[in-house]
């Protein structure tokens, strides 16, 4: 069945770096739209970034443009989410996400991983 397992959040101050990996099977992951939403405490979940099957990426947060990179390994089956500088605002759970191009309407979820910044 799919999967969509996330890992490498945690605690990191101010300033610092986090590259997040999210491992898909059960499906052609190459043939999937890979994205990235995150969830803040008390907030709605928003949608971070996506990356298309041809590698193109949207960063839909405009503060978050030049800090945050998506990027995919379909040899590996694993999109990541490169997090830079980051701040106090960017502490939530990070969720990937695969939807089909032709099925934007059906999409797997993981089941997150929390990352908090904190000093």
């Known amino acids: 069945q799919v999967q969509l397992v996330e890992s490498g959040g945690g605690l990191v101050q101010p300033g610092g770096s986090l590259k997040l990996s999210c491992a898909a099977s059960?499906?052609?992951?190459?043939?999937?739209?890979m994205t990235w939403y995150r969830q803040a405490p008390g907030k709605e979940r928003e949608l971070v970034a996506a990356?298309?099957?041809?590698?193109?990426?949207?960063n839909y947060i405009e503060s978050l443009k030049g800090r945050f990179t998506v990027s995919r390994d379909n040899a590996k089956n694993t999109v990541y989410l490169q997090m830079n500088s980051l701040k106090p605002e960017d502490t939530a759970v990070y969720y990937c996400?695969?939807?089909?191009?032709?099925?934007?309407?059906?999409?797997?979820w993981g089941q997150g991983t929390q990352v908090t910044v904190s000093s």
């Open positions: 996400n695969a939807y089909h191009p032709s099925m934007p309407h059906n999409k797997y």
């Open positions: 059960g499906f052609i992951f190459s043939n999937y739209v």
């Open positions: 990356i298309t099957t041809a590698g193109g990426r949207i």
